[in-house]
DNA sequence: AATATAGACAACCGCGTCCGT
DNA sequence: TACGGACGCGGTTGTCTATAT
């Protein structure tokens, strides 16, 4: 029973989105910015419910979103931001500010689950697979609360970065916050994004350059390019990860890089970005609010009250001095 | 060369939540 | 306070591509 598909009025188009699709797409949110997606078809003229229009935007068309090729850094922090959060994808890719929720979830199942439960059964002969499980299932105290210990230093840090970015843009030009869009300068990009019409540009060229048979990857690889020219691609690809061999090294470089706050702090990590005011933007449009994701002065009281000893100093610096004023 | 199968990922569906009235 | 619309999220399905037989 339930509520009825909103889509399956006649003449709503479904499956893959053509080019001509996107451009109508982009050109209407250069000009509307995204949200009020009720709107989006009736307006376009797309034969699309909003959900798809929506989806398609915060997905695929969206600036900044790199695709593909997940670094090991980035899939260390998968795995332990899985491990930590569950399926929670959207919280999970407020994290990565680069990857769409549904990118990471497709990332999860396709190949991180698989390679887990083969490290895990392959390996559980030689002790790789207890740092494997470690990382996937069961989460240790002492590990657990410094996990804890990041999230609410970086939730406290957004949420400053965040009130401290609210206050400049107050210019009519830049739509309102709360439908999610602003003129959105991304790094190493002079022109703003609503104002590129280059973009759209790119994506016809793209599009022209390739047969109607490789549209469809045409169309992904063409949004890269234009996405990616907004975004930094750090990656370079290449990083085709070797966890069975290294398993014990990667997960011990995922432990500092995850709750090591020297790396916070680093220039080039992703936890760092998601600082940037162009985080800030993505996390407005499409993320979640990072106190949305774990309720974190009830587990503090619940470790405190727990007793633990193992943590309890390390959580006295954060916990009690800084999480007050975050919540 | 043709067919079968597996893998990858884009898109859809349905439910829950938020927010305005 | 209740209601309804809009949006967001996670699970699932469908389709395309690559590889094996």
């Known amino acids: ?36 997606w009720r709107a989006v078809p009736t307006n376009t003229g797309l034969l699309r419910c909003s959900k798809s229009c929506r989806l398609r935007w915060t997905n695929y068309l969206r600036p900044g979103i790199k695709r593909g090729n997940f670094t090991d850094h980035e899939e ?22 680069q990857r769409t929720d549904n990118d990471i979830k497709n990332y999860w199942n396709t190949h991180l689950k698989k390679k887990l439960k083969k490290l895990q059964t392959g390996s559980s002969s030689d002790g790789h697979s207890r740092d494997v499980s470690l990382a996937s299932q069961s989460i240790s105290r002492g590990q657990w609360e410094r996990r804890l210990q990041t999230d609410i230093h970086m939730a406290k840090q957004a949420l400053h970065e965040a009130l401290s970015l609210e206050k400049p843009h107050s210019s009519s ?8 869009y602003q003129t959105c300068t991304l790094p190493g990009q002079a022109s703003s994004y609503a104002s590129s019409t280059e973009n759209i540009a790119r994506l016809l060229e793209g599009w022209m350059r390739n047969s109607p048979k490789q549209a469809r990857a045409s169309s992904a690889t063409t949004q890269n390019s234009f996405i990616n020219t907004a975004g930094t691609d750090s990656t370079s ?31 080039n990590s ?13 996390q407005d449009e499409s993320k979640p609010d990072l106190s949305d994701q774990v309720p974190l002065s009830f587990l503090e009281k619940w470790l405190f009250e727990e007793g633990c000893a193992q943590g309890k100093e390390e959580l006295t610096d954060i916990s009690l001095d800084e999480s007050p004023d975050f919540f």
């Not at 931001?81 to 994290?95: D, E, P, V």
């Not at 739509?175 to 999610?180: E, F, I, R, S």
């Not at 500092?256 to 020297?262: K, S, T, V, Y």
Request: one cysteine or more.
């Open 1 to 36: 029973m339930g509520r009825p598909p909103c889509c399956d009025k006649i003449g709503v188009k479904k499956g893959p989105w053509t080019p001509e699709e996107d451009i109508i797409l982009v050109s209407y949110i250069q000009e509307h910015g995204p949200g009020n």
């Open 173 to 180: 030009d830049q739509l309102n916050p709360t439908n999610g």
């Open 76 to 97: 260390r922090m998968i795995i332990h931001l899985q491990a930590l959060l569950g399926n929670r994808w959207a919280a999970i890719a407020s994290y990565l500010p």
């Open 270 to 282: 992703e936890i760092s970005q998601s600082k940037s005011p162009e985080a800030s933007f993505f």
């Open 237 to 267: 690809s290449e990083g085709t990860p070797s966890a069975a061999n290294n398993e014990d090294i990667e997960l011990t470089e995922a432990y500092e890089m995850l709750f090591g706050f020297d790396s916070l702090d680093s220039s």
